[in-house]
């Protein structure tokens, strides 16, 4: 005996085939991530009285009842004709205006590109808050934009690769220029800048999400990756600003990225497509229809003065430098780099030269705040003591910014802010020494000197983009010091001083990085040159086993599957059976 699927019942064997409902039958997809399939409901009839049937249409948010419970759910198809051994059960309620039925074709297509829920992308699309109406499309306000900025709208998809300083409202004047233009920008700093600039030219611009009304009516959208659905009913260009930053990459399952919906969108809308990025991503010179560089004079000016630190050949050991001592003694702002967090990120013991590690599982452990050992994977905390010889004495072979902020201070002989997430915005601005994370160059608006204190972590950091996103984050410097003419300098402290990535910000050249990693991944086929996922938790193993068409490695607790494209890729994958065990599918990881 089979259950009975929730939101219709058939009829009992005594019982005759009900005639057809009255009213319009719809087809709605439950808000429920572990239901895969839409259900039929009328439409009440009573509705047609009080106009609420007119506001029924594909994208409306209603609520229903199923399963025994009252849900949300969105309308997929209107005017439907149901199964006549069916009985159907009623909406209970219109609740929105919800995404036009172009985004749920979108959304639709990007649940299979990053195997995930329809339900997780349609949620992406609506409203953040309910809407009644959308008023009228309104007509966008004609832009003056440069004749050089126009140009790359010319071709369906093409990439440009811009100076470090270029903040993309060149470009986007030139897509409002044409129309009702999507803008997207990977942070909401930035989505706030575009928009002061855009309102500033008198256009009429709708800042994603918080105005989803304006951008259902065509107002120029502006927003960050979400905005990628945006509810516009016309789209006549496309610009994604900074196309490499891994902001537009979803942390949590689907990875979805914006900037690959957006380049589909577009392509759906007919519309062009304009990428720009200082560090372009391979995968976007890839898929990119033509590239359009700037003069090579041009470019290489647009970056600052870098000054290189061997430390190879420094006369003592550390990350304290004769060179970075008039750097931080003189006048700032001054942004010091230091990707470590804490006080002392690996210690030995300078009796026996012993790494300090942890007793139970042999990790590396760091210094904590309290003078302790603390164990990074397992909580382990013990005194500072080694545990091979009992020495109290642990010497610090790779410092925190915690501990850097310390040193810092005592050598530039003048206060160090030490940066971090609960740091005052107010606190950030003035002639100051500050040290943080990679964060910092995030939440400064200008530098007179950037320094990367230990610039080898980026290089060697063990992942397959790592030389991009190496040199991306000395791109995101450049910008906050300015071209050469400002005077600013950006100082790179490294191991490694003729690797590709620290030679190209040398030069102020991205096109060094892209040639490189371009012949490493098509020897290993590595994304671009072929397709990755990354399966992990408590059911990974029995998905996994149940695939087959791909090739399949096991990497600690997770497994990468590859294959030669995407549609190999996602052919298997979609078509695996999922266990009731947690199970998290990564397609395009960025964490490799």
């Not at 986007?172 to 706030?192: K, M």
Request: aromatic share 6%; hydrophobic share 40%; proline share 7%.
């Amino acid at each position: 005996m089979t259950d009975t699927l929730p939101g219709f019942e058939r009829p009992t064997a005594q019982a005759s085939v009900s005639p057809r409902p009255e009213g319009r039958v719809v087809r709605v997809r439950p808000d429920i991530t572990s239901i895969t399939r839409s259900f039929d409901y009328v439409v009440p009839t009573e509705w047609e009285a009080d106009g609420r049937a007119d506001k029924i249409s594909v994208g409306s948010l209603v609520r229903i009842d199923f399963h025994g419970r009252r849900t949300a759910g969105w309308v997929t198809e209107v005017d439907v004709i149901p199964d006549p051994e069916l009985t159907l059960r009623p909406l209970s309620k219109w609740s929105s205006v919800g995404p036009p039925p172009d985004v749920i074709d979108l959304a639709s297509w990007a649940a299979n590109r990053w195997a995930g829920r329809l339900a997780h992308f349609l949620r992406v699309a609506s409203p953040p808050r309910m809407v009644q109406t959308v008023r009228d499309p309104v007509d966008t306000s004609q832009v003056v934009a440069a004749e050089a900025h126009l140009d790359a709208f010319s071709a369906p998809l093409t990439l440009v690769r811009t100076t470090p300083h270029d903040d993309g409202v060149g470009f986007a004047l030139a897509a409002a220029s044409l129309g009702r233009a999507l803008i997207l920008v990977p942070t909401i700093a930035q989505r706030q800048s575009m928009t002061r600039a855009l309102r500033g030219a008198g256009l009429f611009v709708a800042e994603y999400n918080d105005q989803w009304e304006r951008s259902a009516a065509g107002a120029v959208t502006v927003g960050t990756s979400t905005a990628a659905f945006a509810p516009m009913p016309v789209l006549d260009a496309v610009l994604v600003v900074d196309e490499h930053d891994p902001a537009y990459k979803q942390e949590r399952t689907p990875t979805w990225n914006a900037r690959d919906v957006a380049i589909e969108r577009a392509r759906r809308s007919d519309a062009p497509c304009v990428l720009t990025s200082p560090a372009p991503s391979l995968e976007s010179l890839v898929v990119a229809d033509r590239q359009l560089v700037p003069e090579r004079s041009a470019e290489r000016n647009s970056w600052p003065l870098v000054d290189l630190v061997d430390l190879r050949n420094q006369e003592r050991p550390g990350l304290l430098t004769d060179a970075l001592v008039p750097i931080i003694r003189g006048e700032g702002p001054i942004a010091c780099i230091l990707n470590r967090k804490g006080r002392a990120r690996m210690l030995a013991c300078a009796t026996c030269s012993s790494l300090a590690a942890c007793t139970e599982c042999g990790a590396a452990v760091r210094e904590d705040d309290n003078k302790r050992l603390i164990c990074p994977r397992d909580g382990t905390v013990r005194p500072l003591v080694c545990a091979e010889c009992g020495g109290t004495h642990l010497k610090q072979l790779r410092l925190g910014i915690t501990r850097m902020a310390e040193d810092l201070a005592v050598l530039a002989k003048r206060e160090v802010l030490e940066v971090s997430a609960e740091t005052p915005q107010q606190h950030l601005s003035g002639d100051r020494l500050f040290v943080g994370t990679e964060a910092l160059l995030h939440r400064i608006d200008h530098a007179r000197f950037v320094v990367f204190m230990d610039f080898d972590q980026e290089l060697a950091f063990p992942r397959v983009r790592a030389a991009e996103e190496a040199f991306a984050l000395l791109a995101l410097a450049a910008r906050r010091l300015g071209p050469r003419a400002d005077g600013g300098k950006l100082m790179i402290q490294t191991h490694r001083p003729d690797d590709v990535v620290v030679q190209a910000a040398l030069h102020g050249d991205p096109a060094r990085v892209a040639r490189a990693q371009r012949e490493v991944r098509t020897v290993f086929k590595q994304p671009p040159y072929g397709a990755w996922a990354l399966i992990s938790g408590p059911g990974a193993d029995t998905f996994v086993d149940g695939l087959s068409g791909i090739r399949k490695n096991k990497l600690g607790d997770r497994w990468r599957l590859s294959a030669p494209n995407h549609d190999t890729l996602l052919d298997a994958v979609n078509s695996g059976v999922r266990p009731p065990e947690r199970t998290r599918i990564e397609i395009d990881p960025l964490d490799i």
